[in-house]
C-alpha cells in the first residue's frame, strides 16, 4: 500500500531535500542584534548629517554605530557629531570619525589645533621663566643680604626683589590657569598693566638726574625682564580670545560654568592685588624723586658734596665739610688751626638731626671747623654691598677724606650712639690722622652679639625670659638690658626684613606726606628716613652677617686706642632705666689709658634734644679738643 496521497505527485529525495531547505528559510530569525552605547539620537544626527551634504542612508549603512561617549561643559566642548551641520566637509562614509584627510580640512579643527600648539610652546616658555625667576630670587636674596654676587646698585633697597616675586607669583597664576574656557577681557587689561607698570617705575627712575647716575644694569634689566615675564600673559590672554572667537557663536563667547567663573575670579584677584602693589611701588619712587629733588636743593646750599669712597669709584658717601679748605695748595695752611670735629651719627639718625649741637658750636665761633656725613644707606649716601662691617665704614671714610678730600689735619672723632662704635674702629685704624675721640651714649659691643640667635629669629613671644621665668624685663621678642628698644632702635632680622618687604609700597611714607604734612627734609634725613628702603636694608645687613664681622673689627681696635685721648659722655636717665648700660659706659671709660673725663649728663639718650644736655656735652667737645 502506497503512502502517497492521492492525486499527488511522487517527488525524488533530491528535490525533497531542497523543497525542505526552502521552507526552513522561510521560518529562519536573525540573530538579536548586539546592543550599542549610542543613543537614537546619535543615528539621527548622521544620518541628518550626511542627508545635509547629498547623501542618503543606503541599504548598507549601519543603523547603529558604536560611539564612545564624552562628558564635555563649557569651552572644553569643542567638535561633536551634531556639529557636522555647520561645518563645510562632513566625515567620509566610513566607519572611522577619526579621518586624517576630513580633520586636515576642516575649518574649527585647524583653529583648536593651532591653539594647542601655541598653549604648548607658551607653557614651556613660561615654565622657562618661572625657573629663571626662581633662580634670580634666591641669587638676588644672597646678593643683597650676605655677599655679592650680582654687582650691587647704589640705590640698593628691596625695590628690585619686589618686582621679581611679583614676576613670579602673577605669572605662576597664568601658568596654573590657562583652560581654554578660563578668558575674561578683564584679565587681559590687568596683563597690559602689570606689563606697564614696572616701565613706568624705570622711567621715574631715569628721569631725575640722581637716580639715573645711580641705578645699575641689573636694575634696569630687572625691570624690563618683570615688565617682559607680564607680555607673555597678554600674549596668552590675546591669542586665547582670537580663538574663542573663531571657534565658537558670538553669542557663545561669555557663556562660563559656574566653576570656571570662580577660577577666573580667583586668578583675576591675585591678579589685581598685584597691580596695586605695583602702582604702590611706583607712587613710593614718585615720592622719593620728588624727595631727593628738594632734599638737593636743600644741601647745595651748604658746604656738602658727594665723594667717591673707594679707588673703584664705585659708592659716593655724602659729606659735608664746614670751614674747610678742600684741597688745599699745602698741608702746612692748616696745620695751625685746631683739629677738626668729625662726627658719626647715630643707627637711626643722621647728623641732620642728631649733630645740631655741633653745628651750633661752629655757629657760636666755639670750634673752627668739622665735618659730618652720611653713612652708606643713610640719607643721600649710596647704598653698601653686601657683607658690610664697621671696618669697611672706616675704610670708606678714610679713603673720602684723605685720598679724595685730600684733608691732612687731624681729627677729633664723635661719635654718638650706633655710630660710636665706627668712631673706635675709625680712630683705631687712623691713628695718624686722629687726636681725640669723644664717646656720646656710645653702644658697646656686646649689643651685637648677646643672644644673637634670638635677636634673627623672634621669641616665643611668652612676655618672659627662659632664664628668668620669675621676672624681668624680656618680653620674649625683645633685648633683655632694660634698655628701651625703641631708643636705640634694635630690631630682629627676620622682622626687619618682612618690614623693608613691606615698606616698599611706602604707605607710612605716603602718610607722612598726605596725612602728617612732613616734608621731604623728614624723609630723607630725620623721623621718616627710618621707612626708606635703603636704610631698612642697611639695618637688615648690621642685624646679619655684619655683627658677627663688626665684633671682631671691635675687639681689634681695642688695642689700638691704648694712648689715643678720650673722653665719653652718658645719660644719668638712661643709667638709671638700665645699670647695664651704666655699666658698660663705665667700661668706655677704660678702653684708653689717657682717658680725660667721663661726664654723665641731664637728659634721655636723645640728650641734643635737651638744651642743658646739649650744652654740657658741648662743654667735654671743647676741653678734648683743648686738651
Known amino acids: ?61 549601519p543603523l547603529l554605530v558604536k560611539k564612545k561617549k564624552t562628558k564635555t561643559k563649557g569651552r572644553n566642548r569643542l567638535l561633536h557629531p551634531e556639529d557636522y551641520n555647520t561645518i563645510e566637509n562632513a ?94 577681557p578683564f584679565d587681559l587689561h590687568l596683563n597690559v598693566a602689570l606689563t606697564i607698570l614696572p616701565l613706568l617705575n624705570l622711567l621715574v627712575i631715569l628721569f631725575v638726574k640722581y637716580t639715573r647716575q645711580r641705578i645699575n644694569n641689573i636694575s634696569i634689566v630687572i625691570h624690563l625682564w ?137 655757629n657760636l665761633g666755639k670750634i673752627e671747623r668739622y665735618c659730618v656725613y652720611d653713612r652708606f644707606g643713610y640719607g643721600l649716601s649710596d647704598s653698601i654691598s653686601a657683607p658690610s662691617s664697621l671696618k669697611k665704614s672706616a675704610e670708606a671714610l678714610r679713603y673720602a677724606l684723605v685720598e679724595e678730600l685730600q684733608l691732612k689735619d687731624k681729627f677729633v672723632v664723635v661719635g654718638y650712639d650706633y655710630g660710636a662704635l665706627v668712631a673706635r674702629v675709625f680712630a683705631a685704624n687712623n691713628r695718624d690722622i686722629c687726636s681725640g675721640l669723644l664717646l656720646v651714649e656710645g653702644w658697646n659691643e656686646e649689643l651685637l652679639l648677646k643672644h644673637y640667635l634670638r635677636r634673627i629669629f623672634p621669641g616665643d613671644g611668652n612676655g618672659q625670659d627662659p632664664k628668668n621665668p620669675d621676672g624681668g624685663n624680656d618680653k620674649g621678642d625683645r633685648i633683655d638690658y632694660g634698655i628701651p628698644e625703641k631708643e636705640i632702635g634694635k630690631r630682629y632680622t627676620i622682622q626687619t626684613w618682612l618690614y623693608g618687604i613691606w615698606s616698599a609700597f611706602g604707605l607710612n611714607l605716603q602718610t607722612s606726606w598726605f596725612v602728617s604734612h612732613r616734608g621731604s627734609m623728614s624723609r630723607i634725613f630725620g623721623k621718616d628716613m627710618v621707612e626708606e628702603g635703603s636704610f631698612i636694608r642697611n639695618k637688615v645687613l648690621e642685624s646679619l652677617s655684619s655683627s658677627l664681622i663688626s665684633y671682631n673689627d671691635i675687639l681689634a681696635s681695642n688695642l689700638k686706642l691704648q694712648d689715643i685721648k678720650l673722653s665719653v659722655v652718658s645719660s644719668k636717665q638712661f643709667i638709671k632705666i638700665s645699670p647695664i648700660w651704666g655699666n658698660w659706659q663705665r667700661q668706655l671709660t677704660k678702653l684708653s689709658k689717657k682717658t680725660v673725663e667721663w661726664r654723665i649728663i641731664d637728659g634721655d639718650h636723645q640728650f641734643f634734644k635737651n638744651g642743658n644736655g646739649a650744652e654740657q656735652a658741648q662743654d667735654v667737645l671743647l676741653r678734648l679738643i683743648n686738651e
Open 1 to 61: 500500500m502506497s503512502n502517497t496521497r492521492e492525486g499527488a505527485t511522487p517527488l525524488s529525495s533530491d528535490v525533497q531535500i531542497e523543497h525542505t531547505a526552502q521552507q526552513a528559510s522561510h521560518i529562519r530569525q536573525d540573530p538579536p542584534i548586539e546592543q550599542s552605547d549610542s543613543s537614537d539620537s546619535d543615528v539621527e544626527n548622521i544620518q541628518q548629517s550626511r542627508r545635509n551634504i547629498g547623501g542618503t542612508p543606503g541599504e548598507g549603512d
Open 91 to 184: 566625515p567620509p562614509e566610513d566607519d572611522e570619525y577619526l579621518d586624517a584627510e576630513f580633520y586636515a580640512n576642516n575649518g574649527r579643527f585647524q583653529v583648536h589645533k593651532n591653539y594647542i600648539v601655541f598653549l604648548s610652546n607658551w607653557k614651556s616658555v613660561l615654565n622657562i621663566v618661572l625657573l629663571l625667576n626662581t633662580l634670580l630670587l634666591i641669587i638676588m636674596f644672597v646678593s643683597e643680604f650676605f655677599f655679592e654676587i650680582l654687582p650691587t646698585s647704589r640705590l640698593a633697597s628691596f625695590n628690585n626683589f619686589i618686582l621679581i616675586l611679583i614676576s613670579l607669583i602673577g605669572n605662576c597664576f597664568n601658568l596654573w590657569f590657562n583652560k581654554i574656557g578660563l578668558f575674561s
Open 226 to 362: 618683570t615688565a617682559l615675564t607680564f607680555s607673555l600673559g597678554i600674549f596668552q590672554a590675546y591669542n586665547l580670545r582670537r580663538y574663542i572667537k573663531n571657534l565658537s557663536p558670538p553669542t557663545a563667547q561669555n557663556k562660563h560654568t559656574m566653576t570656571e567663573w570662580i577660577e577666573i575670579a580667583f586668578r583675576n584677584i591675585v591678579k589685581f592685588i598685584s597691580l596695586i602693589l605695583l602702582l604702590l611701588l611706583l607712587f613710593t619712587t614718585f615720592l622719593h624723586s620728588i624727595d631727593l629733588s628738594n632734599a638737593l636743593r636743600h644741601v647745595n646750599k651748604e658746604e656738602s658734596m658727594f665723594v667717591w669712597a673707594d679707588q673703584a669709584h664705585t659708592k659716593k658717601l655724602h659729606i659735608a665739610c664746614h670751614g674747610v679748605d678742600i684741597n688745599p695748595s699745602s698741608a702746612s695752611d692748616n696745620l695751625s688751626h685746631q683739629p677738626i670735629v668729625l662726627y658719626e651719627h647715630g643707627g637711626e639718625d643722621t647728623s641732620y638731626t642728631s649733630g645740631t649741637w655741633i653745628e651750633e658750636l661752629y
